[in-house]
């Protein structure tokens, strides 16, 4: 039998390693299949996009509050207000990254959208987002979100 030698060893390992980081969650066609906050966050927008309010509507907590800086603050009945002013036309997310502590997750990560808001044109830079998601009832429910601000400023 051959032994391994130490650069097998190190070769071996970061197959193993990077093996692990390059693994993403499977993407989740409804709010069941959803594994983690990357998929919440892609099924929210998913049913933003195809303008699903009532679905949408189920998965914002009753005491979800948001905050944008051109337009304070926002409540539960704002917020879906607010989205429904929303044509988006196309939309990518980047830069995710989820942090669970225990049946919440923190969810921050950037958008681009293309489409219109009141009928004016979206903003074409990307945009800097965080979403508290938290299970209530084998639910996940959206706690609060903010728009943080452009990506890069």
């Known amino acids: 039998m051959r032994t391994l030698g130490a650069t097998g060893l190190v070769l071996s390992l970061l197959l193993v390693v990077g093996g692990c980081s390059v693994w993403h969650e499977h993407e989740a066609s409804k709010w069941s299949d959803t594994t983690g906050g990357e998929s919440l966050e892609r099924m929210f927008w998913k049913d933003v996009k195809a303008k699903n309010w009532t679905e949408l509507s189920r998965h914002f907590a009753g005491n979800f509050t948001a905050y944008t800086p051109e337009e304070g603050r926002f409540d539960r009945a704002t917020m879906q207000e607010h989205l429904q002013q929303l044509q988006l036309d ?35 830079a990307p945009i800097r987002m965080m979403s508290v998601w938290q299970e209530q009832k084998r639910n996940w429910v959206m706690i609060a979100h903010s728009v943080i601000g452009q990506a890069g400023k």
């Not at 830069?95 to 049946?103: A, F, N, Y």
């Open 90 to 124: 196309d939309y990518s997310l980047g830069d995710m990254q989820t942090e669970l502590s225990g049946t919440t997750f923190v969810v921050t990560y950037t958008i681009t959208m293309r489409g219109t808001f009141a009928g004016q044109p979206l903003p074409t």
